[in-house]
Structures are given as structure tokens and as C-alpha cells.
């Protein structure tokens, strides 16, 4: 098994936060690493998402959602259909630090003979990317004015 976990803080509160993450019609606006997602974000469906890791081969998996606590945490696996080859277990969590303000971790496991080609160096640096941009978009939400003050 292969464990990458990452988290920053936002200046935004969780619902803020958890409207951009779970508006997946636009994630290719704003996320460099699942650079296209659709779906319903609902426990029991399925999400399809494509992947563009920094120095590999882009990828599209169907992901079975799996935990959804609203303005908390997030859960979707994928697994290609050859049994014991990849699993990754994605998991977004999100919780309040008060003053309008959420720590967001972004973790995943990956289990399977491909685990060790799937997460690489570049893995983490590609999930703060992402979590960089997301905080960026849930900011502005937020705060329009940071624009002005930028």
C-alpha cells in the first residue's frame, strides 16, 4: 500500500470549500490534477474522473463514491477491472479551525501491483497543486474583494 496525504489551510469557511469541491462540472476551471469530473456526489454512485499526473500518462477512472458527509468528508474509490491490480481509496476532509477558516487534507491510499508506478516523487507536489488551487477558488468565492487586494 502507498499512503500520500497533503492538507493547507483556507480562508473560507467548510461550506465555502466543500460547494468548490463538490462542483465537479467545473473542475476543469480550477484543478490541475483531476482536470475533468462528473457524476453525483451521493454514497452508492459513481463518479467518473480524469486524472493528469505530472509525468505520467493522463487517466480516466469510474470511482464508486463511498462516504459523503457534507461540509466534512468525502470518500470515492476506483479500482481498475482486473482484480489486485489498483485501488485508490480518495479521501477529501475538511474541518472548521473557526473565524471562517478550514483545514483541508487531501489523502489517498492506493493498494494493487501498480501502486508503486501510480504514486511517484511528483504525487504530493500534485495534490498541493490541486489543494493550492482550491483554496485559491474557495477564497475568492468567499472574499471577492481578494482580487482587489492581490
Same mark, same amino acid.
Given at each position: 500500500m502507498k499512503h500520500i496525504q497533503?492538507?493547507?489551510?483556507?480562508?473560507?469557511?467548510?461550506?465555502?470549500?466543500?460547494?468548490?469541491?463538490?462542483?465537479?462540472?467545473?473542475?476543469?476551471?480550477?484543478?490541475?490534477?483531476?482536470?475533468?469530473?462528473?457524476?453525483?456526489?451521493?454514497?452508492?454512485?459513481?463518479?467518473?474522473? $480524469?486524472?493528469?499526473?505530472?509525468?505520467? =500518462?493522463?487517466?480516466?477512472?469510474?470511482?464508486?463514491?463511498?462516504? +459523503? +458527509?457534507?461540509? =466534512? $468528508?468525502?470518500?470515492?474509490?476506483? $479500482?481498475? $477491472?482486473?482484480?489486485?491490480?489498483?485501488t485508490g481509496r480518495h479521501t477529501f476532509e475538511l474541518e472548521p479551525l473557526g473565524n471562517d477558516r478550514t483545514r483541508f487534507v487531501n489523502h489517498e491510499d492506493v493498494f494493487g501491483l501498480l501502486a508503486r508506478f501510480v504514486v511517484t516523487e511528483e504525487t504530493p507536489l500534485d495534490y498541493d497543486w490541486m489543494n493550492q488551487e482550491l483554496a485559491r477558488r474557495a477564497e475568492l468565492q468567499f472574499n471577492p474583494q481578494r482580487t482587489a487586494e492581490a
Open positions: 497533503t492538507a493547507i489551510d483556507i480562508e473560507a469557511p467548510p461550506e465555502i470549500v466543500w460547494e468548490v469541491l463538490t462542483d465537479l462540472d467545473v473542475y476543469h476551471e480550477w484543478n490541475p490534477y483531476i482536470t475533468e469530473a462528473s457524476g453525483e456526489i451521493s454514497e452508492g454512485e459513481t463518479v467518473t474522473i $480524469r486524472v493528469e499526473p505530472t509525468g505520467r =500518462r493522463d487517466s480516466t477512472l469510474r470511482c464508486t463514491v463511498t462516504e +459523503v +458527509v457534507p461540509e =466534512r $468528508r468525502l470518500q470515492w474509490v476506483g $479500482r481498475l $477491472r482486473v482484480p489486485g491490480l489498483f
